[in-house]
């Protein structure tokens, strides 16, 4: 089955410790991304990786880290978590960075304490 | 600065009461215009993409338009499976900028 798959749905942590959030497509998908969702906010995109080793900021990137080494993973990284990350991530991946809708994973509720 | 509203925040209808859903935007340099419908507790799923002003795309009870600066998501005759949160996003180059949805609630 085609998906976007994050890891983990659920994640309560303390502030300074570090995290990763995991995001895995098996759709050879070439554009990855991730959003935060906030209520009244909507989505804002965090970061987005065009292909391998491409990755650039989105609109919301301060105190967020990614990486890129494999077509089908691009994790999410927190080095320092604030209470202010406390927030709904997804990821989404798309065909390519044109002309392709986005498929979402199903999210990882985050709250830090 | 790129911008998308979605109005109204939330509406209610009566099972078979037509309406419509606003996405207005402000982009620079428009790749596409995306309808996503999000349930509770799960990602967005695609439902429309949408590139030039005129475009007009159907699916089952749903209906997106396309103008130079809106976008309207015409629901005909809804039912209760219609309710969820809809959302718009544009494309500016390789970012995408999400409007905050419009949530649907639908009585049977």
């Known amino acids: 089955e085609a998906q976007v798959t994050q890891n983990p749905r659920y994640l309560i942590t303390v502030t300074g410790k570090k995290l990763t959030v995991t995001c895995s497509q098996n759709?050879?998908?070439?554009?990855m991304s991730w959003y935060r969702q906030d209520p009244g906010l909507g989505l804002r995109q965090i970061y987005y990786s065009m292909n391998v080793e491409v990755t650039d900021k989105g609109d919301v990137p301060e105190g967020y880290k990614v990486s890129r080494k494999e077509k089908r993973n691009f994790p999410l990284i927190l080095e320092s978590p604030s209470p202010n990350q406390t927030s709904l991530y997804f990821c989404?991946?798309?065909?390519?960075?044109?002309?392709?809708?986005?498929?979402f994973g199903n999210g990882t509720r985050l709250t830090v304490t | 600065e790129d911008q998308v509203t979605q109005s109204p925040e939330a509406l209610r209808l009566q099972e078979g009461e037509s309406s419509s859903l606003n996405c207005s935007y402000t982009?620079?340099?428009?790749?596409?215009l995306f309808w996503y419908r999000q349930d509770p507790g799960k990602g967005p799923e695609f439902l429309f993409t949408?590139?030039?002003a005129g475009e007009e795309k159907e699916k089952e009870r749903l209906k997106a338009t396309l103008t130079k600066k809106e976008s309207f998501l015409h629901i005909t005759a809804p039912k209760p499976e219609d309710s969820a949160t809809y959302l718009c996003a544009v494309q500016d180059f390789n970012k995408f900028y999400f409007g905050s949805g419009t949530k649907l609630n639908v009585k049977p």
């Open positions: 759709m050879n998908h070439e554009y």
């Open positions: 982009v620079s340099g428009l790749r596409g």
């Open positions: 989404a991946s798309s065909f390519r960075s044109w002309d392709s809708p986005l498929h």
């Open positions: 949408l590139y030039s």
